[in-house]
């Protein structure tokens, strides 16, 4: 059975925060992670993903946020994976999730349907 839990923060504008997601009891030997977010009154988008050795960004993150998976602990099925969140901005508040699978296609990992596997969701709040 799989576990992810989040933790996040409150940021001011232009500031910095990373994300983590420790996750248990998912196969490691092919992982493919993701973050998403939900603000207020909008859809869970997806904002970067990892898998098969490479990254996907939204174009609204790219250039400012950085996904990274830390998978040491291969052999007992546990890893963190993160988010490093760079020059932020208040339109970047909302509640961060973050998902997996064990494979997810190149043109769906942005995609919240393409994951089974959730966090609880964590709040990230950028105030201007």
């Known amino acids: 059975q799989a576990e992810m839990i989040l933790a996040g923060g409150a940021v001011q504008a232009r500031g910095s925060l990373r994300l983590s997601c420790e996750f248990s009891?998912?196969?490691?030997?092919?992982?493919?992670m993701a973050w998403f977010r939900e603000a207020p009154g909008k859809e869970r988008e997806g904002v970067a993903a990892?898998?098969?050795?490479?990254?996907?960004?939204?174009?609204?993150v790219k250039g400012r946020f950085v996904i990274s998976v830390d998978d040491s602990n291969v052999a007992a099925s546990n890893g963190t994976l993160y988010l490093e969140m760079n020059n932020l901005e208040p339109e970047d508040s909302g509640i961060y999730y973050c998902?997996?699978?064990?494979?997810?296609?190149?043109?769906?990992?942005?995609?919240?349907?393409?994951?089974?596997?959730w966090g609880q969701g964590t709040q990230v709040t950028v105030s201007s």
């Open positions: 009891g998912l196969k490691l030997k092919r992982i493919y």
């Open positions: 998902a997996a699978d064990t494979w997810v296609g190149a043109s769906a990992r942005l995609k919240v349907h393409a994951y089974p596997y």
């Open positions: 990892f898998g098969n050795g490479d990254t996907t960004y939204s174009e609204a």
